[in-house]
């Protein structure tokens, strides 16, 4: 882990990456950086610019971290797409579109409460798809791997993480998220009460990639969100599938939900849901 009082440069950091041919590798190498520029400026003042609330905005942190991401992604892969969640875009030729979260859970990064994380995503046209997701707090790095036919694997610093199990929802936590203005929504609050009232218990992390890492590595049963994001979603949905887990996002009562886990808890999930 680097430290954050000797963080290197961004020229001297991308000519110590080197030319990873692995995007696994080059996934974990970028969401390394990412966290490392956010302990870094965490360690002093935080500048903050309001987006759409009190609990939505973007720090000095989250910028420079797309910013590092993006220049290395378009120095070794100039051919693929990039989207990232502070404005980052590039049009792909590839078949390959990187999606980034520099930093997630930022209000949590900022204000030092729960879990925050950098996430990275890489989607092919074929329907393969990389993820790597990185808790500087914890020092955990995971990485999921999934090719075009499914099949793939997930590590955590390394280690391959085995299989989910086939466990039931009222086995395990539910991590989900309620926007504090949306409580109001009974399209939204009636399906997720009723999807809550199935797990053992809910948490909120604040941070959708650590969520999906919870659940990728056994911690938590399932994750379900409404109108997730694209770099909330993907990275950590690359890590649940490379335990054998799925994905599904389901409409119902004119909203969007993403639902992950193992393939029976993600049924439950999707019953209990669509019955109210």
Not at 112 to 125: E, K, M, N, Q, Y
Not at 149 to 160: C, F, I, K, Y
Not at 237 to 256: E, K, T
Request: aromatic content about 6%.
């Amino acid at each position: 882990m680097t430290p954050a009082a000797v963080l290197p440069g961004t020229d001297e950091w991308l000519e110590g990456l080197g030319a990873p041919d692995d995007d696994g590798d080059l996934a974990a190498a970028l969401v390394r950086r990412g966290a490392a520029i956010g302990a870094h400026l965490r360690a002093g003042p935080l500048e903050r610019t309001r987006k759409t609330s009190a609990a939505d905005f973007v720090t000095a942190a989250d910028h420079r971290a797309e910013a590092d991401i993006v220049a290395a992604l378009s120095a070794l892969r100039p051919d693929d797409g990039i989207v990232g969640e502070e404005g980052s875009t590039w049009p792909s030729s590839s078949g390959r579109t990187w999606v980034i979260d520099p930093i997630d859970g930022t209000f949590n990064f900022a204000n030092g409460v729960g879990p925050w994380c950098s996430a990275i995503a890489l989607r092919h046209s074929d329907g393969s798809l990389v993820g790597a997701i990185r808790q500087e707090p914890s020092d955990e790095t995971w990485v999921g791997r999934v090719d075009a036919h499914g099949q793939g694997e997930t590590t955590l610093n390394g280690r391959r993480l085995p299989k989910l199990p086939g466990h039931d929802l009222a086995d395990g936590a539910l991590a989900t998220y309620l926007h504090a203005r949306r409580l109001a929504d009974p399209a939204l609050l009636e399906p997720c009460l009723a999807a809550a009232r199935g797990a053992a218990t809910v948490r909120m992390f604040g941070s959708s990639s650590s969520e999906l890492a919870a659940v990728a590595t056994g911690r938590t049963g399932a994750f379900l969100q409404c109108g997730t994001a694209d770099w909330d979603w993907y990275p950590g949905l690359a890590l649940v599938r490379g335990v054998g887990g799925v994905g599904s996002v389901i409409h119902h009562r004119d909203r969007r939900w993403h639902i992950a886990g193992a393939s029976r808890v993600v049924d439950q999930v999707t019953h209990l849901l669509t019955s109210a």
